[in-house]
């Protein structure tokens, strides 16, 4: 049974019913989905939950839909104990949210599957999104899963190998010979003129809480509790907030106790509006003009940028930025201690974690999780100075000779 | 007529120009202005152009050629 009630402005309250909306008629702002948590309190427990499937629609209950979902098998990714990179930074309870671990790579699936099975339900035959990579591979997927089709918009910049991910799910790819800046704006104007679902832009309310179930997974992960404090990401600010929203829900629906989770935004120092906000003390969070080499990450002006600001202050979190270079020094951290390959996106939020240990912030016996937030492969020629293999001949006296030179 | 829906960010050498007020006078678009916050260092306004389609893009030339960033209310739209 659907417990979403209306869509609500988040900043004038203004209701509307359950349709394809890009932001609030009167101030502009953004909306999103409204629940009857009274009702949805009555019918979901622990017990109803564990009895689901092990994917993200185990919350199924909790998500603003009605019919059969899209769904690629996403979700239920390992919430990992992190004891080889605990010791490393000097932390005794480190947890790592793996979401590479979903089809398509990356958390995008969770918001995606929302966004497409919401797109059916409301009879768009055609959805689309702009992406540089991850979203692109995640609705072209759920595209071919949900047999709509699909436009996939992408700069003319990316290099085409990063754009098979995308194209093996056969859409519609669109590279746009322009900007950045002017991909963002086409797409604003075609999503105006064209009546598709436009994954992150008129279906943002539903795409937005596919991302909550991470906040669900890793509390039940930890046997129903939320961690002390939570290190994310931020390119939009949408996942930095749905994690908090699915903490805040759960513990609404009495399912985990009170939430006194800190909740820490980290981005990459060239593309960090939220963290200069956070800094500066301001309550609005100016566009920047990105120049960083963490692509996935690189947004300057953060639809949810406001928002996310809130949560580290409400949550007595903080905000942290990492230049490209501790970035890459993160993955290889995160790579060289536990086994996990992440996008640079994963070395920003490992180097923020290391900043904000060493500064004191994050104390030793506090449950920490962070979250990986996409897996490396699509994005690996950023450390292909990696590759420093031993070259020898096809002999055992070349190799006993380069082993004595490298040991 | 179409309508186009935008956020204006001021740099702080332009806050005191009546910068809106003139963007209606040299061009046919109305300017209707929805959400702002305006301090002595920055200022940013969420509006609504109404007018044809090379007014607004002309209007908007016009803004951002005055050193005003001109963004989508969306913003950015293009994801990793």
């Known amino acids: ?407 | 007529m179409a309508k186009k829906q935008v956020m204006f960010t001021f740099p702080q050498e332009l806050i005191k120009e009546p910068i809106i007020y003139n963007l209606g006078h040299k061009f046919k678009v109305v300017t209707n202005i929805r959400r702002a916050d305006v301090s002595e260092n920055k200022g940013w306004v969420v509006l609504e152009l109404e007018g044809e389609d090379k007014e607004i893009e002309a209007g908007i030339a016009w803004v951002t050629d005055k050193g005003v960033r001109v963004d989508p209310v969306v913003g950015d739209v293009v994801e990793g």
């Open chain 1, 1 to 407: 049974m659907p417990f979403a009630t209306s869509l609500r402005c988040r900043k004038c309250g203004q209701e509307y019913s359950l349709q394809s909306i890009k932001v609030c008629d009167f101030c502009l702002s953004p909306v999103e989905v409204n629940y009857d948590y009274k009702a949805m309190a009555k019918v979901v427990s622990r017990e109803r939950v564990a009895d689901g499937p092990f994917t993200m629609w185990r919350y199924r209950d909790m998500l603003p839909i009605q019919g059969e979902e899209v769904d690629i098998g996403t979700g239920f990714t390992p919430l990992l104990k992190a004891d080889n990179l605990g010791r490393e930074l000097g932390l005794d309870r480190l947890y790592i949210k793996n979401d590479c671990l979903n089809p398509t790579y990356s958390f995008k699936d969770r918001a995606v599957s929302v966004a497409v099975t919401k797109a059916r339900e409301l009879g768009f035959d055609t959805i689309a999104c702009a992406s540089t990579g991850n979203l692109a591979a995640s609705v072209a997927a759920h595209a071919s899963k949900a047999k709509v089709d699909a436009y996939v918009f992408v700069p003319a910049s990316v290099e085409p190998g990063k754009l098979v991910g995308v194209a093996i799910y056969n859409p519609k790819l669109v590279t746009v010979d322009g900007s950045y800046d002017d991909v963002n704006k086409l797409c604003a104007e075609i999503a105006q003129k064209y009546h598709w679902g436009f994954i992150n832009i008129n279906l943002r309310p539903y795409y937005a809480e596919g991302s909550k179930t991470l906040g669900f997974e890793v509390a039940e992960q930890l046997e129903w509790q939320s961690p002390d404090c939570v290190v994310a990401p931020a390119a939009s600010g949408l996942l930095f907030t749905r994690i908090w929203k699915g903490l805040q829900e759960l513990s609404m629906l009495k399912l985990i106790g009170p939430v006194n989770t800190h909740m820490y935004v980290t981005q990459a120092a060239g593309s960090s509006p939220i963290v200069h906000a956070f800094e500066a003390g301001s309550l609005h969070v100016h566009p920047v003009i990105p120049n960083t080499m963490v692509t996935s990450i690189a947004i300057g002006n953060p639809a949810d940028g406001y928002y996310a600001l809130m949560v580290a202050r409400q949550s007595g979190g903080g905000a942290q930025d990492v230049t490209d270079e501790k970035a890459i020094e993160g993955m290889q951290l995160l790579a060289q201690t536990e086994g996990i390959f992440a996008e640079a996106a994963g070395g920003v939020a490992i180097a923020g974690l290391k900043k904000l240990v060493d500064a004191g912030v994050i104390k030793r016996d506090q449950l920490t999780v962070v979250f990986i937030t996409g897996a490396g492969p699509r994005t690996q020629e950023i450390v292909a100075n990696v590759v420093r293999p031993l070259k020898i001949q096809p002999n055992l006296e070349s190799f006993s000779e380069a082993l004595s030179i490298s040991a």
